[in-house]
T-cell receptor, first 113, second 117 residues
Framework: SQQGEEDPQALSIQEGENATMNCSYKTSINNLQWYRQNSGRGLVHLILIRSNEREKHSGRLRVTLDTSKKSSSLLITASRAADTASYFCATDNLEGQGFSFIFGKGTRLLVKP | GAVVSQHPSWVICKSGTSVKIECRSLDFQATTMFWYRQFPKQSLMLMATSNEGSKATYEQGVEKDKFLINHASLTLSTLTVTSAHPEDSSFYIC?????????????FGDGTRLSIL
């Protein structure tokens, strides 16, 4: 089953509003990462938050991590039409062989001008 | 920095053809590369993890003989879809990490859209 589950699956807001996306996961992690994907393109790394961190900022982005609840949130403030994209959380998979990441199903964000 | 180039970006070919997709890290050494498959409006599904100079580790349900992965150098990994069929049509994306991989972001290529007729 999916390690990361984002909600909502889709979000539509007006330009200038804030957008909040949530991610839940199931196992222990070293870190959680948020990525953005424009339609038909690869993913772009936004923020990495380590398991011993609770909050991290990068420009208009704010990420929180609650390891007791196994959840994270991504807040985009003062959204712009250019923020329209799909957003994924990813956690490192420490189980099984080797090292890999598990991606959630993503939140499709639409920012209307 | 940390640019990953994936080529080709779009392939259309006949059923039975083998297709090779290249993933190159342009300005860093990629100790580990990942290959994903993505269906429309869905998440990324990890297919395999490849480390330079060793055999790829495939996820459960991914056919090794169907999806051949070679990671011959620290800057290049290739995925070959052998004898492709229409059900192999999908968006394939590679990513690369450097250093110890843990607590490192992945750097993604722009993906390859594969359409099998």
């Amino acid at each position: 089953s999916q390690q990361g589950e984002e909600d909502p699956q889709a979000l539509s807001i007006q330009e200038g509003e804030n957008a909040t996306m949530n991610c839940s996961y199931k196992t222990s992690i070293n870190n959680l990462q948020w990525y953005r994907q424009n339609s038909g393109r690869g993913l772009v790394h936004l923020i990495l938050i380590r398991s011993n961190e609770r909050e991290k900022h990068s420009g208009r982005l704010r990420v929180t991590l609650d390891t007791s609840k196994k959840s994270s949130s991504l807040l985009i403030t003062a959204s712009r039409a250019a923020d329209t994209a799909s957003y994924f959380c990813a956690t490192d998979n420490l189980e099984g062989q080797g090292f890999s990441f598990i991606f959630g199903k993503g939140t499709r964000l639409l920012v209307k001008p | 920095g940390a640019v990953v180039s994936q080529h080709p970006s779009w392939v259309i070919c006949k059923s039975g053809t083998s297709v090779k997709i290249e993933c190159r890290s342009l300005d860093f050494q990629a100790t580990t590369m990942f290959w994903y498959r993505q269906f429309p409006k869905q998440s990324l599904m990890l297919m395999a993890t490849s480390n330079e100079g060793s055999k790829a580790t495939y996820e459960q349900g991914v056919e090794k003989d169907k999806f051949l992965i070679n990671h011959a150098s620290l800057t290049l990994s290739t995925l070959t879809v052998t004898s492709a069929h229409p059900e192999d049509s999908s968006f394939y994306i590679c990513s690369a990490v450097t250093g110890g991989a843990i607590n490192q972001p992945q750097h993604f290529g722009d993906g390859t859209r594969l359409s099998i007729l």
